[in-house]
């Protein structure tokens, strides 16, 4: 199978590969600031150059076997996949890939519905399928929808970390977590 083709699903989400189709949809989410402040790397603004070449990026990382990235659409009440991408979940991996670094992003309308939870959870039941050992993730002491996402996932607290924030332009302390198979 063509690496480019990988779908994950749960009852109420479809997880594939980003394409082109979605660099609009990317940039209008994107480019709020309440979605880029969190994150580790999204800039702030965020426009659809940025979203080209983020799409362009994530490809030749998951054909180079260096991530596995995901856009996020949901499943409507009769389970056909509704329009429109609702958000972003991946994992950059380690050399070997038997590590990898999760993150997750929801837009706004459809924060607090478990979709964060629920991708991420599916990504890291794949990574397990993939013999995978071990998955980190941070979040800055003051996301607490993300914190609860890493501790539901069964990620321990780790120490802390500087991480780059390019919406911030400065690198920031982010709580780290692990979870291990």
């Not at 990317?26 to 800039?43: H, M």
């Not at 702030?44 to 150059?49: D, K, M, N, R, W």
């Amino acid at each position: 199978m063509n690496p480019l083709d990988l779908r994950l699903e749960t009852p109420r989400l479809v997880l594939r590969v980003p394409n082109d189709a979605d660099a609009e949809a990317l940039a209008a989410w994107l480019t709020e600031w309440e979605i880029a402040r969190w994150t580790a790397n999204i800039p702030h603004p965020y426009g659809i150059e940025n979203a080209r070449s983020w799409i362009a990026d994530v490809r030749a990382s998951i054909e180079a076997a260096r991530a596995l990235s995901f856009v996020i659409e949901r499943r409507d009440a009769a389970g056909a996949i509704a329009p429109g991408v609702i958000g972003g979940v991946g994992v950059a991996l380690d050399g070997p890939g038997k590590e990898g670094d999760l993150g997750w992003w929801i837009a706004i309308p459809h924060q607090g519905n478990g979709y964060a939870f629920e991708a991420a959870a599916r990504l890291v039941e794949f990574c397990w399928s993939m013999e995978m050992t071990r998955l980190t993730a941070g979040a800055l002491p003051d996301n607490a929808p993300s914190l609860a996402v890493a501790r539901k996932l069964g990620m321990r607290p780790n120490g802390k970390l500087l991480r780059s924030q390019p919406a911030r332009e400065t690198p920031r302390e982010t709580l780290e977590f692990v979870l291990e198979r």
